[in-house]
């Protein structure tokens, strides 16, 4: 199984997933919910992480999560290992519940953030599990509009700041900015890597902690070269076979381009580029 690249360092904010095992169900009724949410709860506390907004969907969760101490992996391992336990223990099962590893997107909190706080609570509408997020108990949505308990791991100041300083209008504010996200793009859309989310500067930052992955062949591969230049722009401002043959080489064996993307790109035939790469090994 391919191993998903993990970025940490000090104040990192993470999307975070994962599904039950085969697509499973991983709550079966409220009190397992409960019981994921007084898991997670401890979890914050021990390792010291923030949760921003979350929601719990049948069979799977996501949760928006900052780390001051850079230890996520170490949070979620154990916190799907102590609800598994749980879990199994509840229904006499054994085995896995959560399916393989879990996932995570470095987030940037100044572009995207507040974003994914609606992103994440609007889950359940779109599921159309209820026609509104306030209807819905198991996310964090009714704690930050102001019309529910505020779980002890959940922090909603930073989201409520960004609509002012008045609590009460800021709730209100928030509760419109959610509900016009069913109209708004898929923060998805910009997706650098599967595991980035930012704009060109934090990127930028980000880039260096990418250098130590690229040989690490069990990453996948998109992952890896998350940082790598388009392939157009590698093969722009060729002039001659020459520096085409090199802007090839350098594509697949410095930036990761498989032979068949570069075909595609050059217009060459598979067997073309194959022989170009094969000339300057």
């Known amino acids: 199984m391919a191993r998903p690249l993990r970025i940490e360092f000090p104040g990192a904010i993470y999307h975070v997933t994962s599904r039950g095992n085969a697509q499973a169900s991983i709550f079966l009724d ?12 401890l979890t914050m506390r021990r390792f010291n992480v923030t949760c921003h907004a979350y929601c719990l969907m049948t069979n799977h969760f996501h949760l928006l999560l900052e780390t001051p101490d850079a230890n996520l992996s170490k949070a979620i391992r154990q916190f799907n290992s102590v609800y598994t ?19 995570s997107i470095v987030v940037d909190r100044d572009a995207y953030l507040l974003e994914l706080c609606r992103y994440i609570v609007l889950n359940p509408v779109r599921a159309g599990m209820v026609k509104e997020p306030g209807k819905y108990p198991w996310s964090s949505y009714r704690a930050t509009a ?11 100041d930073w989201i409520l700041e960004q609509f002012g300083a008045d609590r009460v209008q800021a709730r209100k504010e928030y509760r419109l900015f959610v509900k016009a996200g069913l109209d708004a793009e898929s ?8 595991c980035l989310l930012g704009d060109d ?31 157009e722009d590698i093969l722009l401002g060729i ?25 595609a ?9 194959s022989k170009i790469i094969n000339k300057f090994r």
Do not use: M
């Open 30 to 41: 409220g009190i397992d919910r409960s019981t994921f949410l007084s898991v997670l709860g």
């Open 85 to 103: 336990q749980a879990f199994n223990r509840r229904h006499g099962r054994v085995g896995h519940v959560l399916q393989g590893r879990f996932k």
């Open 146 to 156: 102001g019309i529910g308990k505020k779980p002890d791991f959940l922090t909603v």
């Open 187 to 194: 923060p998805w859309n910009d997706l650098k890597g599967q």
């Open 201 to 231: 500067p934090f990127l930028e930052k980000l880039f260096p902690l990418l250098k130590d992955k690229s040989a690490l062949k069990e990453i996948p591969r998109v992952q890896r070269f998350a940082d790598r230049p388009a392939l």
């Open 239 to 263: 002039e001659d076979r020459t520096q085409r043959d090199a802007a090839i080489f350098k594509a697949c064996q410095e930036y990761g381009y498989t032979q068949a993307q570069i075909a």
């Open 265 to 273: 790109a050059t217009g060459l035939h598979y067997s073309t580029v």
